[in-house]
């Protein structure tokens, strides 16, 4: 039975949440333990980033399907697997719950709630950078919880993971955490001014990546073989996103 709008919302919104703590997190303590190194901050960062979409994934799929993205719900709301509403109400408490977790961060490491980001993330190799990061992203997303529903987790946790260290930006490709990493300077974050380009080449990419996936996996009633494609409905989960 579909979980109430208010609890979904609020899976969304812990998760996020979460999701922001744990990137912000560990680059903050990445940092302090690195002597420098920003290789190993880096290391630290991604490995707990991939970790935890996995685990935050897998705890909230079945209740909200754990999109924790407004590009995501904006892709499922495009497929008609979320009312636009919904979506917009989902997209809303994402960044509320990311700003959040910046603040939780903070409070761990004995920071201020809020500290507004200095370091520069802008140019044309950092915007194409984010286009790339979220088409895999969706793409991932999409392909596997159609074909591989169960390894829907693992798969946005390893590409995450990857993605981190072969884009240039380090892969943010989420609006909501990229509005929560702006206010926090550290490790982490991202100077306010280079906010909105991330943010458009992320939606960019995350059409880009429904539009090829969609014509790749077509809605069953033009499918060749239509019992060859296990999921109509679900991004991230298996869950929502018609196809």
């Known amino acids: 039975m579909k979980a109430s709008l208010s609890r979904r919302l609020t899976a969304e919104f812990i998760g996020t949440g979460l999701l922001v703590a744990a990137v912000v997190g560990s ?10 190194n920003v290789a190993i901050a880096l290391l630290a960062n991604t490995i707990a980033t991939g970790a935890a979409l996995v685990v935050l994934i897998l705890a909230f799929a079945d209740i909200s399907g754990a999109h924790f993205n407004p590009a995501v ?4 709301a ?28 903070h409070l761990m490491f004995g920071l201020p709630l809020i500290s507004l980001s200095r370091r520069a993330r802008s140019g044309p190799a950092q915007m194409f950078s984010e286009f790339i990061a979220t088409f895999g992203l969706i793409a991932a997303i999409w392909m596997c919880s159609r074909l591989r529903p169960s390894m829907v987790a693992f798969a946005v946790g390893a590409y995450i ?13 989420n609006p909501a955490v990229t509005i ?3 206010l926090s300077d550290t490790f982490a974050g991202i100077r306010p001014a280079d906010v909105p380009g991330f943010i458009a080449a992320q939606l960019l990419g995350a059409v880009a990546a429904m539009l090829l996936c969609r014509w790749l996996v077509p809605p069953a009633g033009e499918a060749e073989n239509a019992g060859a494609i296990i999921s109509e409905n679900a991004v991230y989960t298996g869950r929502h996103l018609k196809a």
Do not use: P
Not at 27 to 36: C, F, K, N, T, Y
Not at 73 to 76: C, L, P, W
Not at 81 to 97: E, F, M, N
């Open 27 to 36: 680059g903050i303590m990445g940092e302090r333990l690195s002597g420098g």
């Open 73 to 76: 719900s904006m892709v499922d």
């Open 78 to 105: 495009l497929a008609d697997g979320l009312a636009w509403s919904d979506a917009a109400a989902y997209g809303l408490v994402q960044c509320v719950g990311g700003v959040t977790g910046t603040m939780a961060a």
């Open 161 to 173: 993971t990857s993605a981190y260290w072969f884009t240039g930006s380090t892969s943010f490709a």
């Open 180 to 182: 929560a990493r702006c």
